[in-house]
T-cell receptor, first 117, second 112 residues
């Protein structure tokens, strides 16, 4: 397993266009998280999947954002009608299910850097 | 709601000096992570602290966790230029989503 993969690494789009990002987690991990990091800030939680179920969404995830994880494998994050304020690094992470005493920390992907012009 | 605060936000220090970055959080957790981030890059894991009193050291960096005080520290010993980066702490919630809440980051610049 090569870790968490994100594609593309960089995306430049014009305002108003739709974009979709993909995340391939570590195969044994049933938990998947999306974060957004704007310049000079810490990563902020967007959404969480356990297997194929989306169990939590941040209020940061406006109606223009949608995330899926079909069959509990890879995940996609789509942004419709992009705005300049959507410019950020989008980070995906996966983790194993928690167990007593075990480190069920995240493995992060390399991120997708979105620039909306 | 879990809140995580780091200080200082910016730190400029001379090579060879020592300094400590502080990470305070607002609710109970015994799972805290430190990351390094270089400009334009993703997060690099530095330390995993999973219990009260945990102390980890790697090279010139040492991290500790005091869950009773809800405080973690990242101590830098004899700083070198290569340590220049942004450092984040992240506290993991211990139920439900087990999500991370990140601090605001400390931007460290080590001057030669």
């Amino acid at each position: 397993d090569t870790g968490v993969s994100q594609d593309p690494r960089h995306k430049i789009t014009k305002r108003g266009q739709n974009v979709t990002f993909r995340c391939d987690p570590i195969s044994e991990h049933n938990r998947l998280y999306w974060y957004r990091q704007t310049l000079g800030q810490g990563p902020e939680f967007l959404t969480y999947f356990q297997n194929e179920a989306q169990l939590e969404k941040s209020r940061l995830l406006s109606d223009r954002f949608s995330a899926e994880r079909p069959k509990g494998s890879f995940s996609t994050l789509e942004i419709q009608r992009t705005e300049q304020g959507d410019s950020a690094m989008y980070l995906c992470a996966s983790s194993a299910a928690p167990g007593r005493g075990e480190d069920y920390g995240y493995t992060f992907g390399s991120g997708t850097r979105l620039t909306v012009v | 709601e879990l809140k995580v605060e780091q200080n200082p936000l910016f730190l400029s220090m001379q090579e060879g000096k020592n300094y400590t970055i502080y990470c305070n959080y607002s609710t109970t957790s015994d799972r805290l992570y430190w990351y390094r981030q270089d400009p334009g890059k993703s997060l690099e894991s530095l330390f995993v602290l999973l219990s009260n009193g945990a102390v980890k050291q790697e090279g010139r960096l040492m991290a500790s966790l005091d869950t009773k005080a809800r405080l973690s520290t990242l101590h830098i010993t004899a700083a070198v230029h290569d340590l220049s980066a942004t450092y984040f702490c992240a506290v993991q919630t211990t139920s439900g989503t087990y999500k991370y809440i990140f601090g605001t980051g400390t931007r460290l610049k080590v001057l030669a």
